[in-house]
Nanobody, 120 residues
Framework: QVQLVESGGGLVQPGGSLRLSCAAS????????MGWYRQAPGKQRELVAD???????NYADSVKGRFTISRDNAKNTVYLQMNNLKPEDTAVYYC??????????????WGQGTQVTVSS
């Protein structure tokens, strides 16, 4: 059984910063791509950023230059540093990871989500 547990969300003023963390635990053989998605009320879930096992990163245009994704493979953890936050960044942020539980079996896992609210 594999779990992704997110932390670090909250309420922040425009221009502020937050750091999200997502730790994978359980029966893990290896982890491939890890990423962050977000879903605002009334909108579809969208990719924010992802990072490969070799740390190649990919960002949505709306967050380039403000957000930084990173990972610690020893801790099975992915981070999202969010700077210069804007009200339009308000959403529930979800962690996603492609995880192999055996050499021959991989699956797509999601965290439970963490709320980020940017408001004065």
């Amino acid at each position: 059984q594999v779990q992704l547990v997110e932390s670090g969300g909250g309420l922040v003023q425009p221009g502020g910063s937050l750091r999200l963390s997502c730790a994978a635990s359980g029966s893990i053989f290896s982890i491939g791509v890890m990423g962050w998605y977000r879903q605002a009320p009334g909108k579809q879930r969208e990719l924010v950023a992802d990072i490969s096992g070799s740390s190649i990163t990919n960002y949505a245009d709306s967050v380039k230059g403000r957000f930084t994704i990173s990972r610690d493979n020893a801790k099975n953890t992915v981070y999202l540093q969010m700077n210069n936050l804007k009200p339009e960044d308000t959403a529930v942020y979800y962690c996603r990871a492609i995880i192999r539980t055996t050499r021959w079996s991989s699956d797509n896992y999601w965290g439970q989500g963490t709320q980020v609210t940017v408001s004065s």
